[in-house]
């Protein structure tokens, strides 16, 4: 049963990162149904879909709220941005939120580094017409980070990297 909540988890992440591509909102809807996701996880098997306790997922859901709440504050970044990390944090534990931060990082990176390019004209026969295009009109609209994190909770959960020694790994060498 843990697997198929494994996969509807790695689902409403990739239904919200299409969300964020698209219309650049995180709706509270998807969130409640995170949540939602969460709690049917415990009543089935009693744990989350990842084999976290109760406790670590409560813990990551505050860890995942706190941890970027400053950056809604000071406008660096959307609520629904915030509140699809906390939610995050409840569905996979505390421990899968440092990968998903990281890799999540990573992707925008690179998806802002294309955005750069594309506004400058620079992916001009590099790529095809419709993605520079699309790219560099994502500059107008801001950088859809809930769709990196969705692919590093993603990433996060299905290569097991929500295991405190892993993630020590990960992070230290």
């Given amino acids: 049963m843990t697997s198929w909540f494994l996969l509807s ?3 409403w992440a990739l239904f919200g990162a299409g969300s964020d591509l698209y219309d650049r909102r995180l709706p509270n809807t998807l969130n409640a149904l995170g949540l939602l996701l969460a709690l049917g996880c415990f009543a089935g098997s009693g744990v989350a879909c990842n084999q976290a306790s109760f406790g670590q997922c409560l813990v990551g859901g505050v860890v995942g709220l706190l941890a970027l709440l400053p950056f809604w504050f000071f406008r660096l970044m959307g609520a629904g941005d915030v509140k699809f990390f906390a939610v995050m944090g409840t569905l996979g534990g505390v421990w899968i939120l440092p990968p998903v931060f990281l890799i999540g990082s990573l992707i925008a990176a690179v998806l802002a580094f294309g955005i750069i390019l594309a506004r400058d004209g620079r992916l001009a026969g590099v790529v095809p017409l419709p993605v520079a295009q699309w790219l560099g009109e994502q500059g107008q609209r801001g950088l859809p ?16 990297l929500d295991h405190p020694a892993r993630v020590a790994r990960l992070l230290f060498g």
């Fill in 9 to 11: 988890a790695a689902g």
């Fill in 145 to 160: 980070f809930g769709a990196a994190l969705a692919a590093g909770f993603v990433i996060s959960l299905l290569t097991g």
